[in-house]
């Protein structure tokens, strides 16, 4: 199967339960739940890994048009990388094929990095991934910015966003999504050069 004629696995990272729900950890899960909601379908339990899954199609009809499986993993971020292999090989998405939707410590609240491939800087549900596939994936990096203080980094991602953030995070929510849509349609330059804020 061709790379073109491939599926995409867009995986949004985050923990799940409702103790995590609203985390800036768990950004990656919002954004999935938006394009799950904007391609008109719910998520399922997968049958062959522990994640939720939902088969979809987004971009206009026509050949500009790509299959997408968006997963969200059931496991906890830091063993993200087997739900992800598992599915990779039980739909068939080749490694470039993959985007990880992930909260971002280096980057300013709400800013967007696209990129392919390169390290984990130190999140736990990259770290994962690459090791279960390589690092060759497509990331959507969502700015949560750095804790304030001595705050532990640890105690920053697993906390909820700030009433202020919060006024915001909807719209932003929004734009990582465009992302990632714009990403699977139109290619990862054509994506950087829109988003990359």
Known sequence: ???????????????????????????????????????????????????????????????????????????????????????????????????????ELDIDYGALRLKLGGGDNGHNGLKSMTKAMGADYHRVRFGIGRPPGRMQVADFVLKDFSSTERKELGYLVDRAADAVECLVIEGLERAQSTYNS
């Open 1 to 103: 199967m061709s790379e073109v004629n491939s599926p995409w696995l867009i995986v949004g990272l985050g923990n799940p339960g409702p103790d995590y729900a609203a985390n800036r950890h768990n950004v990656g899960f919002m954004v999935a739940d938006l394009l799950a909601e904007r391609t008109g379908g719910k998520f399922k339990r997968a049958q062959k890994a522990q994640a939720q899954v939902m088969e979809g199609r987004i971009g206009p009809p026509g050949p500009a048009n790509r299959r997408v499986i968006l997963a969200k993993p059931m496991s906890y971020m830091n063993l993200s990388g087997g739900p992800v292999s598992s599915l990779s090989d039980f739909y068939k998405v080749p490694v470039s094929n993959i985007v990880a939707i992930h909260d």
